[in-house]
């Protein structure tokens, strides 16, 4: 009776045991899952099965040594330099984790393009759950409630992943852990 199996992330993580919301490279699966065949084997062993494979997919943060964060960081105060093109130096919003992205920035909306595109091609996944995804914007937050509320530029964000998604595969699933206000969850839902 099963069709479909979520897998917590495994893009590479920091350190060699965690749940992977603590994510550093998003191109190669975590080293503790073994060799990428073998995950490309299990995707395929699924699908004979007629088993979707449905990643779950953190967008928000980094933590330990990326690359994109190491390239532009501010030694002094230990975090992304105003510089970085992929990161925001503090997290504009009420809940940061780690090294924030800017959600806004052209180099971080190809980088993740790219990133969503590739676990679709060279591993035949069927679609995403975007961890926390009420984080992914730049709108200024000091509170949950103002966090939470409704937020057009936040929707515009989703709607361009799940669009870069949907020109590999236009069935894929595009599942969110959401959590604000009714009328933004119902016009993604819409999408």
């Not at 393009?113 to 200024?140: A, C």
Request: glycine letters at 6%; charged letters at 20%.
């Amino acid at each position: 009776g099963v069709n479909a199996i979520e897998l917590m992330p495994f893009t590479e993580f920091r350190g060699n045991l965690s749940w992977g919301y603590d994510p550093y490279q998003f191109f190669a699966s975590d080293k503790y899952y073994g060799p990428k065949n073998r995950l490309k084997e299990f995707v395929d062993s699924c699908h004979k099965n007629g088993i979707a494979v449905i990643m779950d997919m953190v967008l928000n943060h980094t933590y330990g040594p990326s690359p994109l964060a190491q390239l532009y960081w501010d030694a002094t105060n230990n975090r992304p330099s105003a510089s970085n093109p992929w990161y925001n130096a503090v997290a504009p919003t009420a809940f940061g984790f780690g090294e924030d992205f800017n959600h806004e920035s052209a180099a971080r909306k190809y980088f993740f393009s790219r990133v969503l595109q590739h676990w679709l091609v060279e591993y035949k996944i069927d679609g995403y759950r975007f961890d926390f995804s009420k984080g992914l914007t730049q709108k200024p937050s000091a509170n949950d409630a103002a966090f939470s509320a409704y937020d057009a530029s936040r929707i515009a964000i989703i709607n361009r992943y799940a669009d870069s998604v949907k020109t590999i595969y236009p069935d894929a699933y595009i599942i969110l852990e959401h959590f604000c206000a009714d009328q933004e969850e119902m016009e993604l839902a819409d999408d």
